[in-house]
């Protein structure tokens, strides 16, 4: 425990609100909670001390920062907005009496509790994936663990990574930049292909295999195989029996809600923690938010559960507005996601399918530089023509452009002709569009002329 503030919640007549998880959406709605109400708070973790930024773990093993970099407020800043923190693992949580069971032994009582225990990595049953040296790419320990495995490559000689998603490239990435030889295992037939359209995801695979990456696509995991000290000393292939030696291995299957610890309790749980609009559970003042909550109704096009950071931070948002009287419903707006896959910068406004899951009258328009390091794929209704979306490989967008579009409602010709005023790389622009434009033309028989980028324009709200 850091600090705890010694009166009793019970003798001070107010709330006290336990939040578990200080992750993004924890910490952003205590510090919501505290601009508008001097209720109790408590925030719980078994991980941390205090907050960090997980999105930025990758760069610490980069060498571009250090762990203390990642930590957006100074330890100071939880006592003197009067945030108690206390670190311990929650095994049960007793809806009845209102309380929480820590692993040591101690308990806490709530009034409102508040579950923000974010995701785990997903592990299938493969033999040995509990070995030393078999990791995910989640929590801090996962860093310190590859630290311990992987600090360079003397002493690990081959990591092999196993699932294709943003995580997985992050851990190629990370590897790559210690020179360390990577296998990826990924088992679709081409990188990420469930979500990109194919030309984006085609793209990818080359640019992972310029950076010198051993992509194995199509390609799954049997088992992982142990030395005689009980470290990981290769993996096998499912599909060809072959076994490729390796020190580190990391699991990068996806993440899942990390809500074990509420098998017991009463509250209703599917795959996450189950809540609705408003991120109530099933339990009376007990509520979800972040990566471990899912809706019970979808929210147009949205998955029941997004493991992304920014909607964690809506979510704290807007329970910190119920937990403060003011009762709100949680209204995530447009879809918009951004990562990077090595040296590509990646953006997606609105809804781009691929092939897999799109419907007949979703339509895309695709353009790609010559470089094969740039690419959009505009998305819109075959008999409508309604705007849905952009996919942005290497190039700059801006949001807050398409934000409005996709609320207007604006057709595809009306995007391609003002597409400079959502271009964020000046330099951009100019160089491609002539190129994007007259393939438009060409593709859908229109004769589009590109408007020249107006700053009037772009600051004028929806
Ligand atoms: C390597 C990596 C890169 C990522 N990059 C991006 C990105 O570029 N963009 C993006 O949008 N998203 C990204 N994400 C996803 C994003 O980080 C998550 O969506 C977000 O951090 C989830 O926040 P959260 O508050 O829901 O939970 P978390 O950040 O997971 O925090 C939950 C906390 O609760 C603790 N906890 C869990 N159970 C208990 C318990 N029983 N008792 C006590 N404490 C407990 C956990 O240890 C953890 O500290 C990335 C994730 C990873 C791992």
Known sequence: MIYLRQIPHQARNMNHIVIIGNGISGVTLARHIRKNSDQEI?????????????????????????????????????????????????????????????AGGDSMHYD????????????????????DGVMGMYHKQDLENLEKHAPNNKVCKR????????????????????????????????????????????????????????????????EIKANENGHVKSVVIEETGE?????????????SPNINFLKDSEIETNRGVLVNRFLETSAK???????????????????????????????????????CGNKMEYKPGHWFNSAKFFDIEYQTYGWVFSERNKKDSEVH?????????????????????????????????????????LTEERDVNYVMEYLADANFDPEFYTLHEKEIISQFNEVNGTNIQSRKKSWKRIFTKA
């Open 42 to 102: 408590t925030i719980v973790s078994a991980e941390t001390d205090y907050f960090f930024s997980r999105t930025a773990l990758m760069y610490v093993y980069m060498g571009h920062m250090k762990f203390e970099h990642t930590q957006p407020y100074e330890p100071w800043f939880w006592k003197k907005n009067s945030i108690n923190l206390k670190k311990g693992y929650v095994e049960k949580v007793d809806t009845q009496k209102k309380e929480l069971k820590f």
């Open 112 to 131: 409102k509790l508040v579950i923000a225990t974010g995701s785990k990595p997903n592990k299938f049953g493969w033999p040995g994936q509990d070995l």
């Open 159 to 222: 990591a092999v990574i196993v699932g294709g998603g943003l995580i997985g490239i992050e851990l190629a990435e990370m590897m790559h930049s210690r020179n360390i030889p990577v296998t990826f295992l990924v088992r679709e037939s081409s990188f990420w292909n469930g979500v990109l359209p194919s030309g984006e995801s085609e793209m990818i695979n080359k640019h992972i295999k310029e950076n010198h990456i051993d992509l194995r696509l199509s390609t799954n995991l049997k």
């Open 243 to 255: 076994e490729i030696l390796c020190d580190v291995v990391g699991l990068t299957a996806g993440v």
């Open 285 to 323: 003042d007990v509520y979800a938010i972040g990566d471990c909550a899912e809706q019970r109704e979808a929210i147009g096009n949205r998955r029941p559960i997004e493991a992304v950071w920014y909607t964690g931070r809506m979510m704290g948002e807007t329970l910190a507005q119920t937990l």
């Open 365 to 405: 328009f695709h353009w790609k530089h010559k470089s094969d390091h740039k690419c959009i794929t505009v998305a819109y209704d075959k008999d409508s023509n309604k705007f849905l979306g952009i996919n942005t490989f290497g190039i700059r967008m801006r949001h807050e452009i398409f934000d409005k579009w």
